[in-house]
């Protein structure tokens, strides 16, 4: 069974950091492709970061692209997202997801954590 736990969220400044954290049993992520997704109120669920199979290809929206960094650590099947000078429009719930593509490219399973909630404010 595949399970994704996120933890690493709460009330920062504007300005400020966080490192997200998501802890992934039940498939390795070196396996799939790891994304962060955040899911502000009243908004549609968009892309944050994602980080490839082979651990060296990420991919960010572009209001992220130079303040976010997602990263992973393959011992102990964790992915990160480093979240640097925040802002308040980076309130959100984010939530971890893996995606797992089978050899032609076309994705077979596809899994989702709960969520950590962000928020951005004086």
């Known amino acids: 069974q595949v399970q994704l736990v996120e933890s690493g969220g709460g009330l920062v400044q504007p300005g400020g950091s966080l490192r997200l954290s998501c802890a992934v049993a039940g498939v390795s992520v070196k396996d799939a492709v790891m994304s962060w997704y955040r899911q502000a109120p009243v908004k549609e669920r968009e892309l944050s970061g994602y980080i490839n199979e082979d651990g060296r290809t990420t991919h960010y929206d572009n209001s992220e692209k130079d303040r976010f960094a997602v990263s992973r650590d393959d011992a102990k099947n964790l992915v990160y997202l480093q979240m640097n000078r925040l802002e308040p429009q980076d309130s959100a719930m984010y939530y971890c997801?893996?995606?797992?593509?089978?050899?032609?490219?076309?994705?077979?399973?596809?899994?989702w954590g709960q969520g950590t909630q962000v928020t951005v404010s004086p």
């Open positions: 997801n893996a995606a797992l593509y089978g050899p032609s490219g076309v994705m077979r399973n596809e899994y």
